[in-house]
């Protein structure tokens, strides 16, 4: 929806919704400063009863070619800076995501692998879940970056290094056809 009136104090002048209690920030290719208006009127009307949550960090989000474009991240900190305060992400790295469906299905971690194409969300979710992590190499990661990684001395920077790696998902097939 569009701003109701023309000059600031006409936009904080839009009704809000009682039953509100959360925020949700995700991929929203509308996105507007309107949204990022009535986000921060909730989360100040709530305080801190009024949950700041958002689906992911994803700074950036691949294309074919080497294209990119912004990804969630982007906005849960648009969210994040006018609210001043942290939201808390429920997608990758974070496990949440991973107990709730660990918690309906019967996953057992030493036979279960994550494969994902960033070291910062699939890898770092996988290793901290105990899974096997398995990087491809088509997405926003090089392996370079593997490499920085996996010879710094810093236990952090290690918690982002894969189990494996393949240059591409379909490398996989083949085992996949045994």
């Known amino acids: 929806a569009a701003l109701p009136g023309p000059a600031p104090a006409d936009w904080v002048q ?3 919704d009682p039953a509100v209690r959360a925020v949700l920030v995700g991929f929203d290719e509308h996105f507007s400063y309107a949204k990022l208006c009535q986000a921060l ?4 009307r709530g305080g801190p009863d009024c949950l700041l949550v958002g689906t992911n960090r994803d700074h950036r989000l691949p294309l074919e070619g080497g294209a990119a474009i912004p990804g969630t ?10 609210a001043q305060r942290e939201a808390f992400i429920v997608g990758k790295p974070n496990r949440f995501m991973f107990d709730c469906v660990a918690s309906e299905f ?4 030493a036979r279960t692998i994550m494969v994902g194409d960033r070291l910062d969300t699939d ?3 996988g290793n901290n879940c105990g899974l096997t992590t398995l990087l491809t190499l088509t997405g926003v990661t090089a392996l ?7 010879d ?9 290094v894969p189990d494996y790696y393949v240059d591409s998902i379909a490398d996989l097939l083949p085992a996949l056809g045994e």
């Open 14 to 16: 839009a009704p809000l």
């Open 41 to 44: 009127r909730y989360l100040l």
């Open 73 to 82: 991240g982007c906005l849960v900190k648009a969210v994040e800076t006018a």
């Open 106 to 109: 019967d996953v057992d971690p």
């Open 123 to 125: 890898i770092l979710m």
């Open 144 to 150: 370079d970056e593997v490499r920085g990684h996996q």
């Open 152 to 160: 710094s001395d810093s236990p952090a920077r290690h918690s982002l």
